[in-house]
């Protein structure tokens, strides 16, 4: 079974739409969450962290479900920026982040 | 802001060639890591290391293999270049501390090797 698992799309939206991302991990003992935004032919930026009782940053809404081992990540009124990839990361402790191979999102005019 | 410096954007290297990859950090991090980036398969990680002089095998390090002798720098190595280990290679970084797990990585700009 893959560490973490993500549909790797690609989400083809028109702006200003909601779109959303699952991520599930199997490793019940994972502690740090985060997602992760790479661009085309670019290194992966920390886009947020993943707080338990949920967190968001603007357009940018971010979930924890510890029970199901899931992560989501919500994106509001979608700009054509935001079209990349999203990398899902979770990490337990003492060992090194385990990447998703991420979710292509499209951002259409 | 954090900043990861790998010595090439893009690399071209003949097969059977000792190729050496630079990454350096300056904000004084303790854990650096080396990972390889292909279609369809994400990232993957080589090497990495918690301190000076130390190092852990990855998921991938067959191959390669790494160098941390100051805290700032730390250096993959490929043996004996092979055409599969044509590839985005990236370098990242993160501190330590209490609870080192909470640390998000930091990432380098990448190093497109191509191997012929």
């Known amino acids: 079974r893959k560490e973490v698992e993500q549909d790797p799309g690609p989400f083809n939206v028109p702006e200003g739409a909601t779109v959303a991302f699952n991520c599930t991990y199997s490793n019940s003992a994972s502690q740090s969450f985060f997602w992760y935004r790479q661009d085309c032919r670019k290194e992966p930026k920390l886009l947020m962290s993943v707080y338990s009782s949920g967190n968001e940053d603007g357009r940018f809404t971010a979930q924890l479900n510890r029970a199901s081992q899931y992560i989501s990540l919500l994106i509001r009124d979608s700009k054509l920026s935001d079209s990349a990839t999203y990398l899902c990361?979770?990490?337990?402790?003492?060992?090194?982040?385990?990447f998703g191979k991420g979710t292509r999102l499209s951002v259409i005019a | 802001d954090v900043k990861v410096t790998q010595s090439s954007r893009y690399l071209v290297k003949r097969t059977g060639e000792k190729v050496f990859l630079e990454c350096v950090q300056d904000?004084?991090?303790?854990?650096m890591f080396w990972y390889r980036q292909d279609p369809g398969l994400g990232l993957r990680l080589i090497y990495f290391s918690y301190d000076v002089k130390m190092k852990e095998k990855g998921d991938i390090p067959e191959g390669y293999s790494v160098s941390r002798e100051k805290k700032e720098r730390f250096s993959l190595i490929l043996e004996s270049a092979s055409t599969n280990q044509t590839s985005m290679y990236l370098c990242?970084?993160?501190?330590?501390?209490?609870?080192?797990?909470?640390?998000?990585?930091?990432f380098g700009d990448g190093t497109r090797l191509s191997i012929l």
């Open positions: 990361v979770v990490n337990a402790l003492g060992t090194p982040l385990v």
């Open positions: 904000m004084d991090h303790e854990n």
């Open positions: 990242a970084s993160s501190p330590s501390g209490l609870d080192s797990s909470n640390q998000p990585q930091h």
